[in-house]
């Protein structure tokens, strides 16, 4: 049987099955990892935040995005399916509000469901710390500008070294350059700081 390297297997491929390439689409800190909210996890993540009071549906959203510093950014097409996937679970209870707004509120077995994830929902909200996600926030500096574009060249000569040796020591010695790299620059910043 002959094997193909991914990169001959053609456009068309790489389109059509993007999607089960978890995160490799996205950018982000996340986007070699996977996406942010695993599956199941948008759920969680709202019945956590509907833990303080009832909100509609557009103030979740906004929530979701405050919560995440603007890394991820919450759809309708996500938010309100899975409102409804928690409202037929038996986790969420909808009213109307005058103007039609529609208000969900956590039911008892909601706040059940809270507390037997508990665990999973802080590993979630975990995921925001400064080494991993919320960095990022940083992002909009005018003086960050001048940094991605040699950000991205090395990222590109890492890949491409990886990319052209199946030897696992090249990926682990890149790996090992990188996270040499990044040691380096949190150094610098903690001295700046201090």
Same mark, same amino acid.
């Given at each position: ?6 990169? @001959? ?10 999607? @089960? ?6 950018? #982000?800190? &996340? ?11 948008? #759920? ?7 833990? $303080? ?15 995440? /510093? ?37 039911? $008892? ?5 809270? %507390?037997? %994830?508990?665990?999973?929902? =802080? %590993?979630? &909200? ?6 991993? &996600?919320?960095? &990022?926030?940083? +992002?909009? @500096?005018?003086? +960050? ?12 000569? =890492?890949?491409?070294?990886? #990319? +052209?040796?199946? $030897?696992?020591?090249?990926? %682990?010695?890149?790996? +090992? ?6 040691? /380096? ?10």
């Amino acid at each position: 049987m002959r094997r193909y390297h991914y990169r @001959h297997i053609g456009r068309h491929y790489r389109r059509r099955h993007r999607r @089960h390439r978890r995160g490799r689409t996205h950018f #982000g800190p &996340w986007a070699w990892q996977g996406r942010f909210f695993g599956r199941g996890e948008v #759920g969680l993540a709202l019945l956590s935040l509907l833990e $303080d009071g009832p909100k509609h549906g557009y103030e979740l959203m906004t929530l979701l995005e405050e919560r995440t /510093e603007g890394c991820y950014q919450a759809s309708s097409g996500t938010i309100y399916p899975t409102l409804q996937q928690l409202q037929d679970q038996g986790l969420v209870a909808s009213s109307e509000e005058e103007g039609g707004r529609r208000t969900y509120q956590l039911t $008892d077995a909601g706040r059940s469901k809270l %507390e037997e %994830e508990a665990e999973a929902i =802080a %590993e979630i &909200w975990g995921r925001l710390d400064e080494d991993d &996600w919320g960095g &990022w926030s940083h +992002a909009d @500096h005018p003086d +960050a500008a001048e940094l991605i574009r040699p950000c991205f060249r090395l990222m590109q000569e =890492a890949v491409r070294a990886v #990319g +052209a040796s199946d $030897d696992p020591e090249v990926r %682990e010695k890149v790996r +090992a350059i990188l996270r040499r790299t990044r040691e /380096e620059i949190r150094e610098l910043r903690r001295e700046r700081s201090s």
